[in-house]
């Protein structure tokens, strides 16, 4: 079995840099009284683009989306197929806790939901952090430390990033839930993951396969059709269902052929 990667250092800049970013860009904001009018500028993007595009890009912060993306490390990484686990639930607790405790009007209870562009459902509270850049920056973060990048860090990092805009984009939420989603996204999977280095029994078979069952339920959710907020990227969702199930799938084949194969 091949143990959870932990070759990183609390003190390396993989680790801190992005939260350290979310918080001074938070601070920023606050100081310069400047939340809304940035939720203003990125709202626009959506109208003087495509709201099928910003709808597209959102859902992958979505949980259930996140959860079957991470079917593709089942049978081949089973540290981070684990490490999902106790990302997943810090991550959950983050955005949960913060959302009730605050209950932070979102922009249509502030600012009218006939003056901003709003692709979706109006939702008017429980705005602060945002749970879709808690979900893509913790599955971003996993990524980075998890697979221990360096120059290609830059890949998922600028992915969750636009995620957490097209949260402002489709109206929902303000730049400082995104950046909170970001800060607390991003630590809850550096968390799951040495909290899944000290709990090796999670590579067991026993634990590995109800795993895989789990996330791969998740990308059938999908492939059916989930219910989502944003009917425009239905055929987006199912379409990583599916990669996601025959990536799955993949693992066994080539499983097969390598015992077929001599030596």
């Known amino acids: 079995m091949r143990a959870v990667a932990t070759d990183w250092s609390w003190r390396s800049p993989r680790v801190w ?100 562009h709003v692709i979706g459902p109006v939702y008017h509270f429980h705005s602060f952090p945002s749970g879709h850049a808690t979900t893509v920056f913790a599955l971003a973060a996993l990524c980075v430390l998890g697979f221990r990048l360096r120059a290609w860090s830059v890949v998922p990092i600028a992915v969750a990033a636009l995620v957490g805009i097209s949260r ?30 000290q709990m090796p029994f999670g590579l067991r078979p026993t634990v590995q396969w109800p795993i895989s069952a789990a996330l791969a339920g998740c990308a059938v959710t999908l492939v059916i059709g989930y219910p989502t907020d944003y009917p425009q990227a239905l055929w987006f969702q199912r379409a990583i269902g599916a990669a996601c199930l025959i990536a799955f799938a993949a693992t066994f084949l080539r499983r097969r052929g390598s015992r077929a194969t001599p030596g």
Do not use: Q, Y
């Open 168 to 197: 402002c984009a489709v109206g929902v939420h303000w730049p400082l839930d995104v950046l909170g989603g970001a800060f607390g996204g991003w630590l809850a999977a550096a968390l799951g993951l040495k909290a899944a280095a």
């Open 17 to 116: 840099l992005v939260p350290a970013v979310a918080l001074l860009g938070a601070a920023a904001l606050v100081m310069a009284g400047a939340n809304e009018r940035v939720f203003l500028l990125l709202n626009h993007l959506a109208p003087a683009t495509s709201d099928a595009l910003w709808a597209n890009i959102t859902v992958l912060g979505d949980t259930t989306v996140a959860l079957a993306l991470g079917l593709v490390l089942a049978r081949r990484r089973l540290d981070l197929l684990w490490a999902v686990v106790p990302a997943a639930l810090l991550a959950t607790a983050w955005s949960r806790a913060f959302k009730h405790l605050l209950a932070m009007p979102r922009p249509p209870a502030v600012l009218g939901a006939d003056a901003i």
